[in-house]
């Protein structure tokens, strides 16, 4: 300690030029035992060399000590472990210039196209691919989530045998034998399990494996099954059948619990049709209106412009009156409750000639899906206004309960899971986890060490789809191909290379698979590559979609279904988490902190119930209610759900993981323990209050419109309830000048209420951005919620059948923003093109904007939230946008960065002025129903100017006179509804 205070004393001396009196002091320092042990204890090697310490010694100890610094840099250099400078550099990567790869998101199989940007060799953000055909530009918040996906820490890193890391030599050595005995006995006894498939190439490496082991039984196993869909089809034509809507050809919906809008693999597609069908009616005059009836609100039935609750069995029996009354018959409901709702939905499709849609979703039993078939055979609709394609996953495989009979009867000597967790979602009745106990050799693959892993003698890493070759199928039959964007981070292999392991006892090459299985027979080598490299730029195979498929009606209505029990009893109905679905993404704290769309509840599930359900028992928001049924039970906070159906409990999946050391450990409840066969709905649970309260977390406590006019409706036909906003208003701020027709651009956001449907892809878009980070439980508990967008959600009229409109809130980059006005130290403030603006590095943090701002979209770092992050987690974050510190405010910025980028572009090109829709904010960009539109409002010609001079825009809380550049454009409605 003394040595080194004194070496201290001595740099400052240095530093002020006593440059004599330095070498003399150095002399006596050098002479002292402390000085002498600090040497010994830093540099053994080099300690002889301060044997004599003279000038000429300290000299020779310095630049020893420079040159083992220099050949330490170069100890034990793997060649993949640390980085090094470019010595030739890659082609096409330019130092921070960004690069975008066509590829595909998987969700549960099914592949959506999207652009992942690249920068420095790391995957940053995943985009839209506007030329993909299913998807045309749209994401969801599980594709824009699927780069955190790669970075997770969670992520299973390396092969484990028994518990403990291995290797995959060590596998490969143990397998070994295996095949053989495998080949010898033809396949007897050994069991594939997947999760769903839509992979051409997948679906061919498994006819091969079956191939080279004929008796090799596979099975499928999913958390969130699409088989009453199929079924449904199978019971009305005579083979499973996807539907597809043709939402262009139609000119009305009727939704018998759909959920086209809801999250699913098919959701940005969807959305994207509906609301251009939407729009197109509504420029001609009309709207595309949709009449709705659920057992719990959904995204689908709340865009509704027509919507009742109804629950499952009264679902079934609405699909019957229907069609009773399209062949003259009579209907059960015509003078009841839900009179008016069927006779309305009947008239319009009957109006409709044939241009109608009636839609039910994947939760509604086969039998509802085969009357719906029927119904719109009757209508005149399928062929027009519905088609159908064959199946896009790949069916044949048998079910999980199969696979459970098969090990009690002992016939499962070997299994290999890929990609799949049935000990998770399998049905609780299996108890798979106990039979999987008794199978000798148990092989899992997957991308996490979950529930399933930890019961196999080998698990094996999956490659995240962002590290991998590949393929699959989106929902019209379009063929995408999934490239890699980055080197594996793990030992990773992908599941096209699982399955050639299976087979030939080496995974070989992903690359070199998939080009293997889309060669055509007999094509020529130079043909193939441009045909394959063509694909690879695009991100799908062109004119790949399945053709429609001409059917007819076979046989007769299934007879309806008996239900017992009292009128009044309890329905529990399930569905898939709006966020992290199945539990599959449960480790990503982006969707975790996500709020739910409809409750605005994060980091758990609730036990939604209805108003006077809650009313009848006595129980209130909070209330830690158990749910039992069958012996077995849940217990999970209640949550009050207006628009849900009287006697319906909704419990939703993902959540209950018991994972060790994993983000979603201990999180909610798992709804799947009371899932006895995979169905949708139980009956005869009984509900009751335990006497414990704990309110969920959520970011927004108030739920109804207040009186005010946060969101405006316009009915068709009625006079314009947009307005100008508070021009003419007077004001203490300065007039804002004219805008110059070639100077400085003004820049400007439109949301339109009636296309935003609340899907929080938009959020999700922004947090991967502007680096935004997750807060935690707690913190959101304390009103601490980060997000710089948020989507709120108002109900308007009666609590058991109320409207329900979504909002998104950014910051409004207020002309006169109340926020400058109360920053003392002018770290808020406007620049030239009208952008609100905030200086981190001048923010002290006391919050006074937050305070001024009406809109309440300022956001204060309380914590370094940022601080423990692993270091694989780091690479994600965008360096464009400042990663901010503990202590300053935060908000939306119309995503700056991209500004900056277009305006350096155009400056590349003489100063050329930036072009109508060359800056898409993040936000924008992810929505797909391109409900955001962001622009210069100085140019005339642009399209955020032409929505602005739209009858329904308006400024939310205009009359504060704070003249936001973000208006909105009112949600469309019936003229019926004018009210």
């Known amino acids: 300690m003394r040595a080194a205070t004194d070496l201290a004393a001595l740099r400052a001396r240095l530093a002020g030029g006593d440059g004599p009196a330095f070498w003399r002091s150095l002399d006596a320092v050098a002479d002292t035992p402390a000085f002498r042990a600090y040497l010994d204890a830093e540099f053994p090697a080099a300690a002889r060399l301060a044997a004599a310490p003279e000038r000429r010694g300290f000299l020779k100890l310095m630049a020893a000590s420079f040159a083992l610094a220099g050949l330490s840099a170069c100890d034990g250099f793997d060649g993949r472990s640390r980085e090094v400078p470019y010595v030739n550099q890659p082609e096409r990567i330019v130092p921070g210039a960004s690069l975008a790869y066509a590829s595909c998101a998987l969700f549960d199989g099914f592949a959506n196209g999207v652009l992942v940007t690249n920068r420095n060799g790391r995957p940053l953000k995943i985009e839209g691919n506007p030329d993909h055909p299913w998807t045309r530009g749209g994401t969801d918040v599980s594709a824009q989530a699927s780069v955190l996906g790669l970075y997770d820490p969670f992520r299973s890193q390396a092969v484990q045998h028994l518990g403990r890391p291995s290797s995959w030599a060590a596998f490969r050595g143990a397998l070994a034998g295996h095949l053989t005995a495998w080949r010898e006995a033809g396949g007897q006894g050994l069991a594939l399990l997947t999760g769903p498939i839509t992979s051409p190439a997948m679906a061919a490496e498994i006819e091969r494996v079956r191939r080279a082991y004929p008796g090799l039984r596979w099975f499928s196993s999913a958390g969130v099954p699409r088989d009453t869909l199929y079924d449904g089809a199978r019971q009305a034509y005579g083979r499973p059948l996807e539907t597809l809507p043709r939402f262009e050809r139609a000119k009305v919906i009727v939704s018998l619990d759909g959920d086209f809008l809801d999250a699913g693999p098919g959701q940005a597609g969807l959305s994207r049709r509906w609301i251009e069908a939407r729009r197109a009616a509504h420029a001609a005059g009309g709207l595309l209106p949709m009449h709705a009836a659920a057992p719990t609100p959904s995204l689908t039935s709340a865009k509704a412009d027509h919507a009742v609750a109804a629950g499952t069995p009264e679902i079934a029996q609405i699909a019957r009156d229907l069609l009773s009354l399209q062949d003259g018959g009579t209907a059960t409901f015509a003078d009841g409750p839900l009179g008016p709702w069927l006779t309305g939905a ?69 299994l290999f899971t890929l990609g799949a967790n049935p000990v998770y979602d399998a049905p609780a009745a299996l108890e798979f986890g106990e039979r999987l106990e008794r199978v000798p050799l148990k092989i899992h693959a997957g991308l ?21 070759w590949g393929d699959g199928r ?58 394959f490299a063509e694909a690879l730029r695009l991100g799908f195979l062109s004119d790949s979609a399945l053709p429609e498929e001409s059917v007819a009606l076979t046989g007769a209505a299934p007879p309806p279904a008996a239900r017992t029990g009292a009128t009044d009893a309890i329905e529990v109905v399930f569905r898939p988490d709006p966020t992290i679905w199945d539990g599959a993404a449960a480790d990503l704290g982006w969707l975790q902190e996500l709020p739910k769309p409809l409750t605005k509840v994060v980091w758990e599930n609730v036990v939604a119930l209805s108003p006077k359900l809650a009313e009848r028992l006595g129980i209130a928001t909070g209330d830690i209610l158990r749910v039992e049924a069958s012996g077995r039970a849940i217990e999970g906070p209640a949550w009050i759900m207006p628009g849900q159906a009287a006697n319906t409990v909704t419990l939703t999946l993902g959540y209950g993981r018991a994972l060790p050391d994993h983000l979603s450990n201990g999180l909610g409840y798992d709804a799947s323990a009371l899932r006895g066969d995979s169905g949708w709905t139980l ?79 938009c959020v999700t878009a922004c947090q991967a951005e502007n680096n935004i980070p997750v807060v935690g439980r707690e913190e959101v508990e304390r009103g601490r919620w980060m997000g710089w967008i948020r989507v709120d959600r108002y109900y308007a009229g009666g609590l058991d059948e109320p409207d329900i409109h979504f909002q998104p809130v950014p910051c409004m980059h207020c002309e006169q923003a109340p926020c400058e006005v109360g ?65 300053v405010m935060e908000k939306c910025t119309y995503c700056v960065q991209r500004i900056a980028a277009a305006r350096i572009d155009s400056a590349k090109d003489a100063h050329a002025p930036i072009p109508d829709g060359a800056v898409e904010t993040s936000c924008q960009n992810a929505c797909p129903t ?23 825009n308006y400024a939310l809380l205009g009359a504060l006179n704070t003249r936001p550049r973000t208006t909105y454009l009112a949600s469309l409605a019936p003229a019926a509804k004018a009210g």
């Open 448 to 468: 996490y060490y979950d529930e399933t892993g930890a019961y196999a003698d080998w698990h094996l890493p999956l490659a995240h789809p962002l590290e991998a």
């Open 683 to 761: 009956d005869g649970a009984a509900l009751s209050k335990t006497g414990r309260n704990k309110p969920p977390a959520t970011t927004q406590d108030l739920g109804t419109l207040q009186g005010e006019d946060l969101v405006r409706v316009q009915a068709v036909g009625a006079p314009p309830v947009g307005e100008s906003g508070s021009d003419g208003l007077p004001s203490f701020y300065r007039a804002p000048e004219a805008a110059d027709p070639g100077g400085a651009r003004a820049w400007g956001m439109v949301i339109d209420l009636d296309a935003c449907t609340g899907c929080n892809a």
């Open 346 to 414: 009947f008239a319009a499709l009957k109006d409709a000639g044939g241009a109608g849609i009636v839609t039910a979703g994947l939760a509604q039993p086969a039998e509802v899906h085969a009357l719906v078939h029927r119904l719109n055979g009757a209508l005149g609709n399928t062929g027009t206004s519905l088609v159908h394609v064959a199946p896009v996953p790949l069916l044949g495989a048998e079910p999980v309960a199969s696979l459970a009979e098969a090990i009690d009867r002992g016939a499962v000597q070997a």
């Open 823 to 887: 920053c003392p130290v002018e770290a808020t403030l406007h620049d030239g093109e009208g952008l609100n603006l905030q200086v981190y590095n001048r923010c002290v943090g006391t919050r006074t904007c937050q305070s001024y701002c009406p809109y309440k979209v300022r956001r204060f770092n309380y914590l370094d939230y940022t601080g423990e992050m692993a270091p694989v987690e780091q690479q994600q974050r965008n360096p464009e946008v400042t990663v901010r510190a503990r202590g």
């Open 930 to 952: 391109r409900a955001i539109t962001f622009g210069d409002l100085s140019d005339p010609n642009s399209r955020v100017s032409a929505a602005r001079k739209d009858p329904r």
């Open 474 to 531: 989106a929902l019209d039959g379009t063929v995408g191909l999934i490239q890699p964007t980055i080197a594996p981070l793990y030992e990773g292999r992908s599941a096209h290379e699982m399955l050639a392991l299976l087979d030939r006892g080496e995974p070989g090459d992903g690359r070199a698979l998939l080009r293997d299985h889309w060669r055509g027979a007999g094509e020529d080598d130079a043909a193939f590559e441009t045909r």
